[in-house]
Structure formats: C-alpha cells, structure tokens
C-alpha cells in the first residue's frame, strides 16, 4: 500500500508539474521533460499499443504460413486470410505429405521422408549445439580467467576475432568444404553437418558465456581453490553451475541457428543426411510452386521451435541479460 500510494503521488507530480504558479524556467523544463509527454498522451496505452502492434507483426507470418498451408491454389493466388470466411480450409497441403487425418496412418513415401529428414536435422542441430556449448563454454572460461599474447593480440582481440567470422560469407568457404569433406568421405553424413554447423555456431557460443563468466566473482574460485579444489574441480562444481542460465540460452540460439541452416546443408548432402530446410526448398514442381506443401512443410518445421521459445524462453531471457548489470 504504501509504495501503491508513493507512486500515485508520483504520477499525481508528474502530471501537475507545470502549473501556472511553477517558475518559468522549471515549467519549460517540465515542458521538454519525457515524462510530461509520456502523462499526457497516456504513457501505458502508447506502450501497449506498441506492443499490440509489434505482436502482430511477429505473429502474422506464422499465421499466413498455417493458414496457407489449409488452402487451395487460387485462395492462395487472391490472398484470402480468414479460414471459413474468405476460404474453406482443406487438408490438400497436409495430405501431400501424408500428415492430414485421412492419411496419418496409411502407408506414405513422402511422410517417411519427411521423417527421416526430421530426425536428421533434430540430431545434427542437437549434436552440433552440444559440442559448440562444451567447446565454447570451455574457450570462453579461458578468455575470462586468463590472460592471452598472441604477438599484438590481447584476451579482447581473440574474442572479437572469433565474432567477426560471422561476418565471413558462408559461399567463400563453399569449394574449401567441398573438397575437404571429398578427402575425408564426409560428403552426405550426419557428422560433416554436425562439424560444420559447430564451427557455424562457435563464436556466439564463445561471446555469450564469457559475458557469462566475466559477471561471476573470481574470490569464489578461489575460494574453492583454498579448500582443496583443483582448477577443473572449481570449474565443474562451483562457475559451471552459476553460469548454467547462459550455458542454456546460447544451447538453444545455437539450436535455432542449426535448425535453420540451409546453405551448407544443400551443399555438402545428397539424401541420406539431408534437412528440413532442403526439403522445404525443394517444393516445386512442373506446374509451379506448390504454396500450400511447403507451407506444411514449414509449419510442421518451425513447430519445435516456437515449443522451444515457449517453454524455455525464461532461461534465454536469464541467459542474455545476466552481464547487463556488471
């Protein structure tokens, strides 16, 4: 009650702060001030407004992606939106995978290779985000705790160096991949996307946890250290714990990263090891593009990850805001 009360008078001051009595001086400041313009226009129906607004925004190609796929070809074409009012939903995008309720359990070719392509992207984006979190997690440690001469180079020039090959184009690497993974037979496998995505997803991994690591206090290694703990001993049972929030958080942005790959995956698979997001750019056919397959298709692929951002979207909020109050 007593803070309920300590904030209306504040929003009572802020909103009778220029008053005819008031200075000159202090009613033109007021004037200026963001708080008077945030009072008068109503701060909490804007904010809102713009959050309606951006919600909608985010939300709406996932629902043109759902409702395209239960759509025909000319509902497609004319741009119909609302089911049951612009057009009637039909199962045609679903039953060409085999997915609709009529055909979920009758033999289908293109529902187990929907499959199969299903478990080869959850196995590679899982495999390859685990070993980039234990590689990353334990580069970042080492960026955080100790210091590093690599001739001119200090601990922050290592860190941006491993950022900047975001900023490298993943064609420039296409022929070196190429011929590397010829001479090493691991065109068309699992564990080539595994090693190629890591090395995608390393740098985020490393930048996230040293932040991460940075905000923990060294006094508690040390201390750990003073009571008999080994360095690896302080780090499994004492930072690692603390640093679990951004261990997660950059796990799962390196999921999503792997899980949406779609250069590397085209060029260094055939069949065997291929992934969703091939497969869904592979939707047309003599006549065209058939809008409401790949829709399907997209759909049943992003499904896993709008379940990941809801479910654990605490632990990613955790994860990337822990170093904002160091």
Not at 38 to 62: D, M, R
Not at 71 to 95: A, E, M, N, Y
Not at 217 to 236: K, R, T
Request: neutral net charge.
């Amino acid at each position: 009650m007593i803070l309920g009360k300590e904030g209306s008078a504040r929003e009572r001051k802020v909103t009778s702060a220029i008053s005819a009595g008031a200075p000159p001086e202090e009613r033109a400041k007021e004037a200026a001030s963001l708080g008077y313009w945030v009072a008068q226009f109503g701060g909490k129906a804007v904010v809102y407004a713009l959050l309606i607004v951006w919600t909608f925004i985010a939300l709406f190609p996932i629902y043109w992606t759902l409702s395209t796929s239960l759509k025909l070809g000319r509902d497609v074409t004319q741009g119909h939106l609302i089911p049951w009012l612009d057009f009637s939903p039909s199962w045609r995008g679903w039953q060409s995978l085999g997915l609709s309720p009529d055909t979920i359990f009758a033999t289908s070719n293109v529902r187990e290779e929907f499959l199969k392509k299903f478990v080869n992207s959850v196995l590679c984006s899982l495999g390859a985000s685990a070993l980039a979190a234990v590689i990353g997690s334990l580069a970042a440690y080492g960026l955080s705790r100790f210091d590093y001469k690599f001739g001119p180079w200090r601990n922050r020039d290592i860190s941006f160096f491993f950022v900047s090959q975001l900023i490298l184009p993943p064609v420039v690497l296409a022929l070196p991949f190429l011929v590397l993974y010829k001479e090493l037979a691991l065109l068309d496998t699992r564990t080539g996307l595994i090693l190629v995505y890591t090395l995608m997803v390393l740098p985020i991994v490393v930048w996230v946890m040293r932040d991460q690591f940075d905000t923990i206090p060294l006094e508690m290694e040390q201390a750990a250290l003073v009571d008999g703990c080994s360095i690896w001993g302080a780090f499994l049972r004492i930072v690692l714990p603390m640093a679990l929030p951004g261990m997660v958080a950059a796990f799962i942005l390196s999921l999503v990263l792997c899980w949406n790959e779609y250069f590397f995956a085209s060029l260094l698979t055939g069949f065997d090891a291929q992934t969703l997001p091939v497969m869904v750019a592979s939707q047309t056919g003599s006549q065209g593009i058939n809008w409401w397959t790949i829709a399907a298709l997209a759909t049943a692929a992003i499904t896993p990850l709008l379940l990941i951002g809801v479910f654990l979207e605490r632990y990613i909020v955790m994860g990337l805001t822990a170093g904002a109050g160091k």
